[in-house]
C-alpha cells in the first residue's frame, strides 16, 4: 500500500508540474483546450515571459513526464517483486489514476481555477473574468476519465499478468 500511495503522489506532483510548466513558462494556447471558453476568450497569445522561459517549462514538463514514467515504473516494479496478479495491479492502477483524478478536481478545478490566484498571477487578463461559476464546467471529462481508466488499468493489469506469470 505504501508503494501505491508513494506512486500516486508522484502522479500528482508530476500533474502540477505539467500544469505549472505549461501555464507559467510554455504559455502556449494549444496547452489549455481543457479551459473555460471564457478564460481562452482573454488569455492573449505571448511571447516568451523572459529570456529562455520556454526552455524552464520544457524542462519542467520533461520532468513531469519522468514522475509519470517513474510513478508506474515503481508500481510495476515493486508487484512483480511481490508477486502481483492481474487483480491486485488493476486494483493498484485504478487506485492511483483515480486519486490523481480526484486531485484534478478538488486541487486543479476547485482551488486553482475557483478560489486562487494561481492563473491570475500568469494571467492577468483573467481578472475581468467571473471565476464563480467555473467549479464542474468540466464534469463531462471527468466522468469520461473515471470511465476510461477502467478499461485501461484492466488491459495493462492483464498484460502485467500474462507476463510476470
Not at 24 to 37: L, N, V
Not at 54 to 65: C, K, P, Q, R, T
Not at 74 to 84: Q, S, V, Y
Request: with cysteine; proline share 2%; glycine share 8%.
Amino acid at each position: 500500500m505504501l508503494i501505491t500511495v508513494i506512486s500516486t503522489l508522484m502522479l500528482m506532483l508530476g500533474y502540477f508540474l505539467m500544469l505549472y510548466g505549461a501555464v507559467g513558462f510554455i504559455q502556449d494556447k494549444r496547452f489549455f483546450s481543457s479551459a473555460p471558453k471564457e478564460n481562452l476568450a482573454v488569455i492573449p497569445d505571448r511571447k516568451e515571459r523572459f529570456k529562455g522561459a520556454h526552455i524552464v517549462g520544457w524542462g519542467i514538463l520533461l520532468i513531469a513526464v519522468l514522475l509519470f514514467i517513474g510513478a508506474f515504473a515503481l508500481a510495476i516494479w515493486d508487484g512483480a517483486r511481490n508477486g502481483f496478479g492481474a487483480l491486485r495491479f488493476f486494483l493498484r492502477f485504478i487506485i492511483m489514476l483515480y486519486a490523481m483524478e480526484i486531485y484534478d478536481i478538488i486541487f486543479f478545478d476547485w482551488y486553482l481555477l475557483c478560489r486562487s490566484n494561481f492563473f491570475i498571477h500568469f494571467y492577468p487578463e483573467l481578472k475581468s473574468v467571473d471565476r464563480s461559476g467555473f467549479f464542474g464546467y468540466n464534469w463531462k471529462e471527468h466522468i469520461l476519465h473515471f470511465l476510461i481508466y477502467i478499461p485501461v488499468c484492466a488491459v495493462l493489469a492483464l498484460g502485467l499478468g500474462v507476463l510476470l506469470w
